[in-house]
């Protein structure tokens, strides 16, 4: 009855954990033969039969019958008039078989043997998950916020497992709350001791271009290729798709009528603009592409150092070195080639004044953050907007409204 009783218990876990029945036996031979070594010192002699669709097992312990007086190895050996109260007719040398019962092993044994193939399944548990979620890197899941961390977001899936989504790899914009449902990808699976630990991110560029295939059924059929994929999270993106049917506008398609398509994909990543654009071989005209909404004049390669001077018209400069320098630092990634920005007609009128030339009153950082946006004289800023150059570049009106007092006493002088 206690091994009936015990095994009926084991077997709740079968169903608790979906076990299949092949790994549960398998477990239990392991758990029940630890108990055996620590109780007999080896279990070389022991037969093991577990059927836990049943509930029952058995343990058979075999041991070779000797004379009483040579009796050396307990439980591997048992005497002849130890055997015979089994069965009168064994003699020496014979093989006996006999049944351990659980209560043998002791109370402790017993409690001890539960609390192991506890251990046990948690391990092979473990063991499944890290393999599942190792199988879904790269790869888009949902799973709802469970609690927020100053330095991470607590996800749990329909499973009830634990997914981290780290403060670093989350959107500037995102605001979670409890009970929320989020959309990032399976980064990494790493092992914790034993327990997998799982990392979202909604920052990596595989994020975007898994969102490409689920919004766009041309991407997600093959029709169209994403051939990279760069982005600043939650600012701006560039997407270079190619289609190898002439019939398909690529960049038509990912977009939709009024920007229908690429909608929902913006909306997930918090507002982020994403340009997408029409993959080419020809360098040139793949950086053209690449530096939009800019216009491009001419464009001077040097292959070698992987490097290309970008000529444009005055107008044209802030578009293509773009807010914060996030459009010309993206067109290099997308590239691959290091952009450099030349204004066409790149001569300072005779009245006007390289910006470097007020270095000791104007600090080099504020000169740089002018220069991001192709202002680099003291009359290319006093042409300005002030509200504008607040907009386009990353400094306070206050500073602005400085530089502007300096670059104005210059030409009263």
């Known amino acids: 009855m206690e091994n009936l009783a015990l095994i009926n218990s084991f077997s709740e876990f079968k169903d608790d954990k979906l076990i299949d029945r092949v790994t549960l036996m398998a477990i239990l031979e392991d758990v029940f033969r630890n108990a055996l070594k620590k109780k007999y010192g080896s279990d070389d002699n022991f037969d093991i039969i577990i059927n836990p669709d049943k509930g029952d097992m058995e343990i058979w312990r075999r041991r070779v019958i000797v004379a009483d007086e040579d009796l050396d190895f307990e439980n591997e050996e048992i ?4 055997a015979r109260k089994i069965e009168p007719d064994f003699e020496i040398g ?7 019962k659980l209560i043998d092993l002791g109370r402790r044994a017993i409690l001890a043997l539960r609390q192991n193939l506890i251990s046990k399944i948690h391990e092979h548990d473990n063991t499944n998950l890290y393999k599942h979620f190792k199988d879904l890197i790269g790869d888009i899941y949902t799973a709802e ?4 961390r100053p330095k991470a977001v607590i996800l749990v899936d329909d499973e009830g497992n634990e997914i981290v989504l780290p403060k670093e790899k989350q959107i500037p914009s995102d605001f979670f709350r409890k009970g929320d449902n989020v959309r990032g990808i399976i980064e990494s699976v790493e092992l914790k001791g034993n327990k997998p630990q799982i990392i979202m991110s909604r920052t990596s560029e595989k994020f975007l271009e898994k969102l490409f295939e689920q919004e ?7 029709l169209i290729t994403i051939k990279k994929v760069v982005r600043i999270p939650g600012e701006k993106a560039k997407v270079a798709v190619d289609s190898y049917d002439d019939r398909i506008d690529p960049v038509g398609a990912c977009v939709g009528m009024k920007g229908s398509r690429i909608h929902g994909i913006v909306r997930e990543l918090g507002n982020e603009n994403i340009d997408v654009i029409n993959y080419t071989n020809n360098i040139q005209l793949y950086i053209t ?3 939009s909404p800019a216009k491009v004049s001419s464009i001077k390669i040097d292959e070698e150092k992987k490097t290309a001077e970008v ?3 005055l107008e044209e400069v802030s578009k293509a070195i773009g807010r914060g320098g996030h459009n010309i630092k993206l067109a290099g990634q997308l590239t691959g080639y290091e952009l450099d920005v030349i204004r066409e007609g790149n001569t300072v009128e005779d009245d006007d004044v390289e910006l470097t030339e007020f270095s000791d009153e104007i600090d080099g950082w504020i000169i740089d953050e002018f220069a991001k946006i192709g202002l680099d004289t003291a009359k290319s800023i006093l042409n300005q907007d002030v509200n504008d150059l607040v907009r386009r570049t990353d400094l306070e009106e206050e500073t602005i409204l400085e530089v502007i007092k300096i670059l104005k006493e210059e030409f009263e002088d």
């Open 94 to 100: 014979e093989e006996v078989s006999e049944e351990v």
């Open 311 to 313: 000529y444009l018209k």
């Open 216 to 222: 766009i059924p041309e991407v997600f059929d093959g």
């Open 289 to 291: 592409r690449a530096l």
């Open 145 to 148: 916020v469970h609690h927020v």
């Open 79 to 82: 005497t002849l008039s130890e």
